[in-house]
Nanobody, 117 residues
């Protein structure tokens, strides 16, 4: 099993920055892909960004491309999401997720990000 714990959410004004962290523990060697998803009230959960465990490949949703950066620190078993130029529409609960060669099966509890206009 893998445990994922997010941190770093909070309240920020539009145009500001936040960095989310996701600490992984347990059978982390089984993880091949880590991602961030978000879910706003009344909306479905949507993909934000992902990174392979070696860090050689990243992929972003069009809505965050150029503003958000996903990275990882394998020594700390942590994945980060640097969010710049935040917009009110970025307000959501952000979830970290892990996959082991298939769909995302490991999920964190989420961290709330609120962006005020």
């Amino acid at each position: 099993q893998v445990q994922l714990v997010e941190s770093g959410g909070g309240l920020m004004q539009a145009g500001g920055s936040l960095r989310l962290s996701c600490a992984a523990s347990g059978r982390t060697l089984s993880i091949s892909l880590m991602g961030w998803f978000r879910q706003a009230p009344g909306k479905e959960r949507e993909f934000v960004a992902q990174i392979n465990w070696s860090g050689s490949s990243t992929y972003y949703a069009d809505s965050v491309k150029g503003r958000f950066t996903i990275s990882r620190d394998n020594n700390k078993l942590t994945v980060y999401l640097q969010m710049n130029s935040l917009k009110p529409e970025d307000t959501a609960n952000y979830y970290c997720a892990g996959a082991s060669g298939g769909p995302y099966i490991y999920w964190g509890q989420g961290t709330q990000v609120t962006v005020s206009s």
